[in-house]
C-alpha cells in the first residue's frame, strides 16, 4: 500500500504534495509554507493506493478535505484539526437516542464543521486525480518553501 496527496488548485489542476511536506505543515514547521496557494481554501485529496511489485495498481480508499491557507502560505493546522475531529464524531453517543415526551435537539455543530472541510469531485476532475494516483498523469509538484 502507498499513501498519496494531491491538492487540487482553482482551475482543477491536480498537484503532488509529498506525504514528508505535509507532516511539516501539520507540526507548523518553519519549512512548510506553500506560497503557490497563499491566502486561499485548498481541495486535498488522501489517497491509500495498492502495489504490486511497486506498481500502483488500485485505488484502495480516496478521501478529500479542504485545507485553509493563510496569507503566508502556512496551513492552518487548528481548523483543519476541527474539520477532522467533527468527521469523525463521538464514538460514545448512543446510536438512537432515547425517546421522550420531550422534542429532540440536536446539536448539528459538528455536522456543519466537518461538512466545511470536506468536498466532492466531479466525474471528470475524479479521473484525473485517479489517474494522477495510479501515475498514468503526470503532475506538478507543489513546492513547500522556508
Do not use: Y
Not at 460514545?92 to 461538512?115: H, N, W, Y
Request: with cysteine.
Amino acid at each position: 500500500m502507498s499513501s498519496k496527496l494531491f491538492l487540487i488548485s482553482a482551475d482543477d489542476a491536480v498537484h503532488a504534495l509529498s506525504n514528508a511536506a505535509f507532516m511539516r505543515m501539520l507540526r507548523q514547521e518553519a519549512v512548510a509554507r506553500i506560497p503557490e496557494f497563499a491566502g486561499q481554501r485548498v481541495r486535498q485529496v488522501s489517497m491509500v493506493v495498492a502495489l504490486l511489485n511497486g506498481v500502483p495498481t488500485r485505488i484502495v480508499r480516496c478521501t478529500f478535505a479542504i485545507l485553509d491557507i493563510d496569507e503566508d502560505g502556512v496551513l492552518d493546522v487548528a481548523r483543519w484539526n476541527a474539520q477532522q475531529i467533527a468527521r469523525v464524531g463521538d464514538p460514545l453517543a448512543p446510536e438512537r437516542p432515547e425517546r421522550t415526551s420531550l422534542p429532540q435537539v440536536v446539536d448539528a455543530a459538528s455536522r456543519f464543521i466537518a461538512r466545511g472541510g470536506s468536498w466532492e469531485p466531479d466525474q471528470a476532475l475524479l479521473h484525473r486525480i485517479e489517474e494522477a494516483g495510479l501515475l498514468r498523469r503526470v503532475c506538478p509538484r507543489v513546492k513547500v518553501v522556508r
